[in-house]
């Protein structure tokens, strides 16, 4: 016997031992392997249902105590899975088909006794069946509601969910929706490949269940998306907390396998129903938030307000419009003189992007830098910068003017560029400029966030003889021995530091601090932003090398710089 391969617990509701003898005996032969207890009264079989599970129930018809009607009713009281067979001797058709009816799964005369096996194992088949049906179901249901990575409900689940509550809730009962976006989450996956992404996803969710508790509905939206609906949130204050506690609770390390990440978390809100009568409308207006937030960078957050849409729409503009800048040459690059502070000597100069703009004309790249970033276009526009200065500086060498050194400025964008190394190299061999006069700009906080990889490629640029400097230094919170770990020649005072020095007095001391930190590692100090004599009195003073800043000379055209050279 196949259907029933475990032993199998039979129960008889049977008045007549010699009957149940007979049973027994039909089991055995039939070959199975079973326990066989019987009840003669309601009481007994009902302590026999408490008591233990059983397989099938074989039921007399007629016994003294209980009829098989009242058998069945009392066994489906329990289960409404258990066969329940009843095998009896004469019996009204009638009966036999009431008995069925209500849930009999067969009848068998005492006379036609071979039949109890194979009605047993077709039952139990049966009973088999059903549960796996149920579980292909369940599975079915959970797979078309439920993200399987992270067991969080989908989109599905989430569009049915918020059209649910707005259906039922109407205006009595806002809530909000919370936005959640990993920055730079295809980055993890790029460097470091699938199989820790999964894990950073399973992790957030897990801190996002945590901080948004039982009550809120969590669900993921394809990649690095995450939402979460608060019932009863109506005010932006009650907001900001729970914005602030889902950046404090993603801001922690994750630690997956041998990586420690930090991860960052964009946030857009909208409240139903102020913004948004419809799932559509409100979601929509939620991205948009999440948009502006994204744009803002870092662990930003930002509540839907109207005139999102207008900064969208614009933003939609610039993106196409640069776009065309490159194609259409509409860049143009600056140069600001860099100053040797005790020989005097004009020794380089920074090369500075500008948007030429058609009709809006010269453009400050604080206006569009960040959206080339976001646009991934900032890896053609860079490139192209760092050709044209090496090109420019090489001019001016074949001119016969004195050689400086150019410096170009980094986005971190670049530097995840694998090829940056190799590209770097082409462009030297392409426009003949020698390596040593070329210094590449990172600002500090990409320094601070540095993956290994970034090292990585700071050490091969250094080998082909390119020198590195850190730009803005002293916004991050960069140790001494956090900077010996850098390839570096240069470091930058940041303009705040320099603004502050009224009348050459330096409160704080972090300027002093910054030169003698710098000079202690052996790099030279360059301040830039300096724009009084007393600034630049006080700088000298204190050993800064180098200095540059509008006191000297602002960013000017190739034409400008080179009368300044020469
Ligand atoms: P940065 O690298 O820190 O550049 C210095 C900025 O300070 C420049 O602004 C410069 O014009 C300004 N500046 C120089 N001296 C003074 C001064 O005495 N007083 C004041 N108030 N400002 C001074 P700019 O040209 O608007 O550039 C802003 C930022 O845009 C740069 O900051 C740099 O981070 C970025 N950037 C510029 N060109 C490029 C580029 O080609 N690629 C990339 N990735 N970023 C660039
Ligand atoms: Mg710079
Ligand atoms: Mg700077």
């Known amino acids: ?38 009840v003669d009264n309601a009481n007994a079989l009902k302590a026999a249902l408490v008591s233990a599970e059983w397989d099938v129930v074989i039921c007399d018809h007629n016994l003294p105590a209980l009829d098989s009607v009242s058998a069945l009713q009392i066994v489906r009281e329990k289960s409404n899975e258990l066969p329940f067979v009843v095998v009896s001797g004469l019996i009204p058709d009638e009966m036999a088909i009431r008995v069925m009816r209500l849930g009999a799964g067969d009848f068998i005369r005492k006379d036609n006794l071979s039949r109890l096996v194979p009605v047993i194992e077709r039952e139990i088949k049966q009973v088999i069946m059903q549960a796996e049906l149920k579980t292909a179901k369940e599975s079915l ?8 990575l992270t067991g969080l409900a989908n989109r599905e689940h989430l569009f049915s969910h ?63 998306k995450f939402v979460a609906i608060v019932p009863g949130l109506s005010l932006e204050k009650n907001a900001e907390h729970l914005a602030k506690a889902t950046h404090k609770i993603l801001g922690k390390s994750f630690q997956i396998d041998e990586h420690e990440l930090i991860v960052q978390a964009s946030l857009g809100v909208g409240f139903y129903p102020r913004d948004g009568q419809k799932c559509e409308e409100l979601y929509k207006n939620a991205e948009s938030a999440l948009y502006q937030a994204k744009i803002d960078g870092g662990n930003s957050y930002i509540v839907y307000d109207a005139k999102l849409d207008i900064l969208g729409k614009e933003r939609l503009h610039m993106e196409t419009a640069l776009y065309h ?42 206006e569009f830098i960040p959206i080339l970033e976001e646009t991934g276009l900032i890896v053609p526009v860079g490139e192209w910068v760092l050709r044209t200065a090496c090109a420019q500086n090489r001019q001016w060498q074949d001119a016969g003017l004195p050689p400086i050194v150019i410096a170009v400025n980094m986005s971190v964008i670049q530097f995840r560029q694998p090829g940056l190394p190799q590209t770097v190299r082409n462009i030297l061999l392409q426009t003949g400029l020698s390596a040593q006069y070329l210094e590449l700009e990172i600002t500090e906080n990409i320094a601070m966030h540095a993956e290994e990889g970034v090292i990585a490629i700071l050490d091969e640029l250094r080998e082909i003889g390119i020198q590195i400097a850190i730009d803005d230094f002293g ?14 020649d240069r470091l930058k005072i940041d303009q705040s530091f320099v603004r502050d020095l009224k009348e050459g007095v330096n409160d704080d001391g972090i300027i002093k601090g910054i030169i003698g930190m710098g000079h202690s590692l052996k790099l030279r100090v360059i301040a830039e932003g300096v724009e009084t004599p007393a600034q630049a009195e006080f700088l000298k003073l204190n050993n800064c090398d180098e200095m540059q800043g509008y006191l000297y000379g602002k960013p000017m055209s190739n034409l400008d710089f080179r009368t300044l050279l020469g």
């Open 1 to 38: 016997m196949n259907a029933v391969e475990k032993i199998l617990r039979v129960l008889s509701i049977e008045d007549s031992e010699d009957d149940f003898e007979l049973i027994r005996n039909e089991l055995s032969l039939g070959g199975l392997v079973f326990v066989h207890k019987r």
């Open 141 to 148: 249901h959970h797979a078309a509601y439920f993200d399987s």
């Open 162 to 224: 918020i059209k649910n509550k707005i259906s039922v809730a109407k205006h009595d009962h806002p809530f909000a929706i919370f936005l959640i976006d990993i920055n730079r989450f295809r980055q993890i996956t790029k460097s470091l490949g699938m199989l820790v992404g999964n894990k950073v996803l399973i992790e957030t969710a897990e801190r996002l269940r945590e901080v948004f508790g039982n009550d809120c509905f969590v669900a993921r939206l394809g990649a690095d």
């Open 325 to 366: 800048a490159l194609k259409e040459e509409q860049f143009v690059l600056f140069y600001q003189p860099q100053f040797d502070f005790s020989s005097g000597r004009l020794i380089g100069a920074e090369a500075l992007i500008r948007w030429q703009h058609p009709v809006s004309g010269m453009i400050s790249p604080g």
């Open 475 to 488: 916004t991050g919170y960069s140790s001494l021995s956090y900077l010996k770990r850098f390839p570096i």
